[in-house]
């Protein structure tokens, strides 16, 4: 009796060892393949996130990304749910390289292999032109699936940008936090953070001129962009127009006479150069700083902030800046810190002004409407 019960106890270890050592190769094969498909997706999102004509310019990436899913498609594994998402984000890397009838074909394709997978949805909904239908897909797919379904972060991903190109921006910001609170991929964050970040600033635009609105959508403004904004969305200026109609040229020459545009956008210099800036260049964070400042300073009616944060800070002989990369003796100084510690404009990194990079025309208005108060 002893002898067939141990027998029996050692029979039932051996089919659980086997159960056991089964069921971790399955799950470990399963780990490999969603690991592959967080590859392809921090391939591909930042470059669907850039927009195909900009994505196009960045033809290494494109290029790295092609070969990426190829290499895969090449070792597939025979999973047909796997299969179906590797040739849906071949499709929707089809998209981005303008190959749009590869890129049906290769929806077709894995909707027949793995029907209803989420990067399938999304090539199906990024297929179609017209935001307002895409939406209805979009929403009809969250409807189905329920709140805490798989690739519910990828679809309000999409329902965030179908609202935005509805100018309905208050959902969009809404969507696009949705999406990054469920658990997505952190590409997916990283990616379209600043289409969130414009939805937010753009929230606000009901009854803005269909030529400022064209403004607020680009990534870069110029300084007459910058004029016409200000021109025709507030009152800042009626201190030198007295509510006249004055050409945005003229009102670029009469604002850099006045100082409230500086001669250069490069906050190392001591002394502004004798050239005038050319109307058409682009707008730096820190170009914006001056004219935000100086516009601020004038509205009311206190010339001495542009001088108070020098009178503290550059003092003695080793004067040190708050913010690392501005110098406390440059003529921007007084101009960031204000802004800063308005905040009208942030240190995105906490510690760094970064007044080199660009400013959007969304973010100057949200900033000049802050200051009309």
Same mark, same amino acid.
Not at 250 to 274: A, C, G, S, Y
Not at 311 to 329: E, K, T
């Given at each position: 009796?002893?002898?067939?019960?141990?027998?029996?106890?050692?029979?039932?270890?051996?089919?659980?060892?086997?159960?056991?050592?089964?069921?971790?190769?399955?799950?470990?094969?399963?780990?490999?393949?969603?690991?592959?498909?967080?590859?392809?997706?921090?391939?591909?999102?930042?470059?669907?996130?850039?927009?195909?004509?900009?994505?196009?310019?960045?033809?290494?990436?494109?290029?790295?990304?092609?070969?990426?899913?190829?290499?895969?498609?090449?070792?597939?594994?025979?999973? $047909?749910?796997?299969? &179906?998402? /590797?040739?849906?984000?071949? @499709? #929707?890397?089809?998209?981005?390289?303008? *190959?749009? %009838? !590869? +890129?049906?074909?290769?929806?077709?394709?894995?909707?027949?292999?793995?029907?209803?997978?989420?990067?399938?949805?999304?090539?199906?909904?990024?297929?179609?032109?017209?935001?307002?239908?895409?939406?209805?897909?979009?929403?009809?797919?969250?409807?189905?699936?329920?709140?805490? $379904?798989?690739?519910? &972060?990828? /679809?309000?991903?999409?329902? @965030? #940008?179908?609202?935005?190109?509805?100018? *309905?921006? %208050? !959902? +969009?910001?809404?969507?696009?936090?949705?999406?990054?609170?469920?658990?997505?991929?952190?590409?997916?964050?990283?990616?379209?953070?600043?289409?969130?970040?414009?939805?937010?600033?753009?929230?606000?635009?009901?009854?803005?001129?269909?030529?400022?609105?064209?403004?607020?959508?680009?990534?870069?403004?110029?300084? /007459?962009?910058?004029?016409?904004?200000?021109?025709?969305?507030?009152?800042?200026?009626?201190?030198?127009?007295?509510?006249?109609?004055?050409?945005?040229?003229?009102?670029?020459?009469?604002?850099?006479?006045?100082?409230?545009?500086?001669?250069?956008?490069?906050?190392?210099?001591?002394?502004?150069?004798?050239?005038?800036?050319?109307?058409?260049?682009?707008?730096?964070?820190?170009?914006?700083?001056?004219?935000?400042?100086?516009?601020?300073?004038?509205?009311?009616?206190?010339?001495?902030?542009?001088?108070?944060?020098?009178?503290?800070?550059?003092?003695?002989?080793?004067?040190?800046?708050?913010?690392?990369?501005?110098?406390?003796?440059?003529?921007?100084?007084?101009?960031?810190?204000?802004?800063?510690?308005?905040?009208?404009?942030?240190?995105?990194?906490?510690?760094?002004?970064?007044?080199?990079?660009?400013?959007?025309?969304?973010?100057?208005?949200?900033?000049?409407?802050?200051?009309?108060?």
């Amino acid at each position: 009796m002893k002898k067939s019960l141990i027998f029996v106890i050692i029979i039932a270890a051996i089919f659980s060892s086997c159960t056991t050592m089964g069921d971790i190769s399955i799950n470990s094969e399963r780990s490999q393949l969603d690991q592959n498909i967080a590859r392809v997706e921090r391939a591909v999102v930042p470059l669907e996130a850039a927009g195909a004509q900009a994505a196009r310019s960045r033809q290494a990436e494109v290029t790295a990304a092609r070969q990426l899913i190829t290499e895969m498609q090449r070792e597939s594994a025979a999973d $047909a749910d796997y299969s &179906g998402k /590797l040739t849906a984000w071949s @499709g #929707r890397l089809a998209i981005i390289e303008g *190959r749009y %009838s !590869e +890129a049906q074909r290769l929806h077709r394709q894995s909707n027949n292999v793995s029907a209803g997978n989420i990067p399938s949805i999304v090539l199906g909904i990024r297929l179609e032109g017209d935001p307002a239908k895409r939406l209805e897909i979009i929403d009809r797919e969250l409807l189905v699936a329920g709140p805490h $379904a798989v690739g519910i &972060g990828e /679809l309000n991903i999409e329902r @965030g #940008r179908a609202l935005a190109d509805l100018s *309905r921006f %208050s !959902e +969009a910001a809404g969507a696009f936090d949705t999406a990054f609170a469920s658990g997505i991929n952190p590409v997916y964050r990283e990616s379209y953070l600043p289409y969130r970040t414009r939805a937010w600033e753009l929230r606000n635009t009901t009854g803005i001129s269909a030529g400022t609105f064209g403004l607020l959508m680009q990534d870069t403004v110029n300084w /007459l962009d910058c004029i016409s904004i200000i021109k025709n969305e507030t009152q800042l200026l009626r201190f030198m127009t007295a509510g006249r109609t004055v050409a945005d040229t003229e009102l670029f020459n009469r604002l850099l006479d006045r100082t409230f545009i500086p001669f250069t956008q490069d906050i190392t210099v001591t002394n502004w150069p004798l050239n005038k800036p050319d109307p058409n260049e682009t707008v730096t964070r820190a170009g914006a700083a001056y004219l935000i400042w100086h516009l601020f300073a004038e509205a009311r009616a206190d010339r001495g902030m542009l001088s108070r944060y020098s009178a503290r800070y550059a003092r003695g002989d080793n004067p040190r800046s708050p913010i690392a990369d501005v110098p406390v003796l440059s003529p921007y100084f007084d101009s960031i810190l204000g802004s800063v510690e308005r905040e009208f404009l942030s240190l995105p990194d906490g510690r760094n002004f970064r007044p080199n990079q660009p400013i959007r025309g969304s973010e100057l208005l949200a900033i000049l409407r802050r200051i009309e108060g």
